[in-house]
Nanobody, 118 residues
Protein backbone atom coordinates (compact mmCIF):
# COMPACT_ATOMS: atom_id res chain seq x y z
CA UNK A 1 0.00 0.00 0.00
CA UNK A 2 1.01 3.61 -0.48
CA UNK A 3 3.01 5.06 2.39
CA UNK A 4 4.41 8.57 2.75
CA UNK A 5 6.60 9.34 5.74
CA UNK A 6 7.59 12.94 6.42
CA UNK A 7 10.43 14.10 8.66
CA UNK A 8 12.58 17.15 9.34
CA UNK A 9 10.17 19.48 11.07
CA UNK A 10 10.95 21.33 14.27
CA UNK A 11 11.21 24.67 16.02
CA UNK A 12 13.22 27.35 14.25
CA UNK A 13 13.69 31.09 14.71
CA UNK A 14 12.43 33.57 12.12
CA UNK A 15 14.91 33.78 9.26
CA UNK A 16 16.08 30.23 9.84
CA UNK A 17 15.99 27.19 7.60
CA UNK A 18 14.64 23.65 7.65
CA UNK A 19 14.73 20.79 5.19
CA UNK A 20 11.75 18.44 5.10
CA UNK A 21 11.93 14.94 3.63
CA UNK A 22 9.22 12.54 2.52
CA UNK A 23 10.04 8.91 1.80
CA UNK A 24 7.52 7.12 -0.41
CA UNK A 25 6.71 3.44 -0.88
CA UNK A 26 4.00 1.26 -2.39
CA UNK A 27 3.92 2.85 -5.84
CA UNK A 28 6.23 3.67 -8.75
CA UNK A 29 7.56 6.90 -7.29
CA UNK A 30 9.44 8.05 -10.38
CA UNK A 31 6.27 8.25 -12.48
CA UNK A 32 4.23 10.55 -10.24
CA UNK A 33 4.24 14.25 -9.50
CA UNK A 34 4.65 14.98 -5.80
CA UNK A 35 3.31 17.84 -3.72
CA UNK A 36 3.85 19.47 -0.35
CA UNK A 37 0.86 20.96 1.47
CA UNK A 38 0.59 22.68 4.82
CA UNK A 39 -2.15 23.32 7.33
CA UNK A 40 -1.99 25.98 9.99
CA UNK A 41 -4.27 25.89 13.06
CA UNK A 42 -7.79 26.99 12.14
CA UNK A 43 -6.98 27.22 8.44
CA UNK A 44 -7.59 25.05 5.40
CA UNK A 45 -4.87 22.86 4.00
CA UNK A 46 -3.02 24.72 1.24
CA UNK A 47 -0.74 23.65 -1.60
CA UNK A 48 2.83 24.83 -1.06
CA UNK A 49 4.85 23.27 -3.88
CA UNK A 50 4.65 20.68 -6.64
CA UNK A 51 7.29 18.86 -8.66
CA UNK A 52 6.82 16.78 -11.78
CA UNK A 53 7.77 13.11 -11.95
CA UNK A 54 11.18 13.76 -13.52
CA UNK A 55 11.87 16.79 -11.37
CA UNK A 56 12.22 19.16 -14.30
CA UNK A 57 9.27 21.41 -13.48
CA UNK A 58 8.29 22.95 -10.15
CA UNK A 59 5.67 25.40 -9.00
CA UNK A 60 5.09 27.25 -5.75
CA UNK A 61 2.48 29.13 -3.82
CA UNK A 62 3.03 32.88 -4.01
CA UNK A 63 3.57 32.99 -0.25
CA UNK A 64 6.68 30.78 -0.42
CA UNK A 65 8.04 31.51 -3.91
CA UNK A 66 11.69 32.52 -3.70
CA UNK A 67 12.10 31.06 -0.19
CA UNK A 68 11.22 27.36 -0.59
CA UNK A 69 12.64 24.82 -3.03
CA UNK A 70 11.08 21.44 -3.80
CA UNK A 71 13.29 18.68 -5.16
CA UNK A 72 13.31 14.91 -5.48
CA UNK A 73 15.65 11.95 -5.67
CA UNK A 74 13.89 9.18 -7.56
CA UNK A 75 16.59 6.64 -6.70
CA UNK A 76 15.87 7.26 -3.00
CA UNK A 77 12.09 7.59 -3.49
CA UNK A 78 12.27 10.84 -1.60
CA UNK A 79 10.91 14.34 -2.10
CA UNK A 80 12.37 17.31 -0.23
CA UNK A 81 11.29 20.78 0.73
CA UNK A 82 14.09 23.21 1.51
CA UNK A 83 12.66 26.12 3.48
CA UNK A 84 14.74 29.28 3.93
CA UNK A 85 14.00 32.70 5.37
CA UNK A 86 11.24 31.19 7.46
CA UNK A 87 8.52 33.43 8.86
CA UNK A 88 6.13 32.91 11.76
CA UNK A 89 3.30 32.58 9.22
CA UNK A 90 5.02 29.45 7.86
CA UNK A 91 4.11 27.68 11.10
CA UNK A 92 1.98 24.66 10.15
CA UNK A 93 1.89 20.92 9.80
CA UNK A 94 3.50 20.04 6.48
CA UNK A 95 2.22 17.07 4.47
CA UNK A 96 3.58 15.14 1.54
CA UNK A 97 1.00 14.15 -1.10
CA UNK A 98 0.56 12.03 -4.19
CA UNK A 99 -2.54 11.63 -6.38
CA UNK A 100 -3.02 8.34 -8.21
CA UNK A 101 -5.63 7.02 -10.61
CA UNK A 102 -8.76 8.54 -12.11
CA UNK A 103 -10.69 9.90 -10.44
CA UNK A 104 -7.63 10.78 -8.37
CA UNK A 105 -7.16 9.18 -5.00
CA UNK A 106 -5.13 11.39 -2.69
CA UNK A 107 -2.59 9.88 -0.31
CA UNK A 108 -1.12 11.74 2.65
CA UNK A 109 1.66 11.23 5.12
CA UNK A 110 1.25 11.77 8.85
CA UNK A 111 2.66 15.28 8.62
CA UNK A 112 5.58 17.02 10.29
CA UNK A 113 5.21 20.08 12.51
CA UNK A 114 7.11 23.25 11.61
CA UNK A 115 7.07 26.04 14.17
CA UNK A 116 8.71 29.39 13.46
CA UNK A 117 9.04 31.42 16.61
CA UNK A 118 11.56 33.45 18.57
Amino acid sequence: QVQLVESGGGLVQPGGSLRLSCVASGFTFSTYAMKWYRQAPGKERELVAVITSGGTTTDYADSVNGRFIISRDNAKRTVYLQMDSLKPEDTAVYYCNVARGWPPVLYWGQGTQVTVSS
